[in-house]
Nanobody
Framework: QVQLVESGGGLVQAGGSLKLSCAAA????????MGWYRQAPGKERDLVAV???????KYADDVEGRFSISRDNPANTVYLQMNSLKPEDTAVYYC??????????????WGQGTQVTVSS
């Protein structure tokens, strides 16, 4: 099993920045991909950004250019730097992880989520 613990959420004004962090613990040898999904009120959980151990990344179209994902492999930690935040970025952000197949499908492991609220 893999445990994912997020931190860094909070309230920010539109145009501001936040940085999320997520540390993985437990059976981390099988983790090849780490990243973030989010769920806004009344909507489904959607991909935000994911990154492989080798540094290849994928972003949702609506965050490309504003958000940046990075990873510290020895520390099994993934980060999401969010800039130029918009009210529509308000959501619960979930840290996710899994094998390589996660780049084309659903994550295997989920964190508890951290709330990000962007005020207008």
């Amino acid at each position: 099993q893999v445990q994912l613990v997020e931190s860094g959420g909070g309230l920010v004004q539109a145009g501001g920045s936040l940085k999320l962090s997520c540390a993985a613990a437990g059976s981390t040898r099988g983790i090849y991909v780490m990243g973030w999904y989010r769920q806004a009120p009344g909507k489904e959980r959607d991909l935000v950004a994911v990154i492989t151990q080798g540094g290849n990344s994928k972003y949702a179209d609506d965050v490309e250019g504003r958000f940046s994902i990075s990873r510290d492999n020895p520390a099994n930690t993934v980060y999401l730097q969010m800039n130029s935040l918009k009210p529509e970025d308000t959501a619960v952000y979930y840290c996710v992880s899994g094998p390589y197949t996660m780049m084309f499908g659903s994550p295997e492991y989920w964190g508890q989520g951290t709330q990000v609220t962007v005020s207008s």
